[in-house]
């Protein structure tokens, strides 16, 4: 029920966006934030329990420029520890999203930076203290192939943490929480 709800909110902003312009669009945006919101307030939940160690992603997109601002949560009473990249500056350093095309759910191809690293170690991770937050605004602008002319797109982060450094390859996947936003490619 809930998937059907969300995408049928995600083709109703489309279409207005498509259809009415820029003030309809930012009014049928604000709108479906809210309901969005109030839908997936139980995103991630598993029998009624939210996750302990969550994500949100909040997208900017105007000019031809495209922030992603990326908040882990840690709600759980131990230290949890994510990867450096998550808080690196600018460009991500590999494809942290998922990014899709609301009209048809079709992902975009990353085109971004990919780097090439060894086998992680214990300081390509950052520590996430209980009850903390850690946030960092990255710009995926030329990262995704982004459709020409004015789209609505659903991203999540596509990410793991670690709840033991002494285990670096016991990484367990942060729930993803999708989020729309509206951008005009080139």
């Known amino acids: 029920m809930h998937n059907a709800a969300i995408l049928s909110l995600e083709q109703s902003m ?15 945006g ?9 839908i ?8 009624g329990v939210a996750p302990v160690i969550s994500s949100k992603v909040a997208v900017e997109s105007h000019e031809g420029q495209v922030l992603a601002k990326l908040t882990i949560s840690n709600d ?15 460009e991500p350093e590999g494809n942290l999203f998922e990014v899709r095309d609301s009209s048809n759910g079709d992902p975009l191809d990353f085109i971004g930076m990919m780097v090439k690293r ?12 209980p009850h903390a937050k850690l946030s960092n605004t ?5 990262s995704y192939r982004f459709v020409p002319g004015r789209h609505a ?7 793991s943490y670690l709840a033991d450094l002494s285990k670096l390859e016991q990484s367990t996947r942060i729930e993803p929480t999708a989020a729309m936003f509206a951008h005009v490619g080139q």
């Open 138 to 142: 990255l710009d995926i602008s030329n």
């Open 14 to 28: 489309f279409n207005a966006i498509q259809k009415r312009g820029k003030l309809f669009a930012a009014i049928a």
């Open 153 to 159: 797109y659903q991203i999540s982060l596509n990410g």
């Open 40 to 47: 997936s307030s139980g995103a991630g939940a598993r029998d």
């Open 30 to 38: 604000m709108a479906g934030v809210l309901a969005m919101t109030a």
């Open 118 to 129: 060894p086998p992680p170690t214990k300081k390509d991770f950052v520590a996430v203290k």
């Open 76 to 90: 759980s009473e131990r230290t949890i520890y994510v990867p450096r990249v998550f808080t690196l500056e600018g």
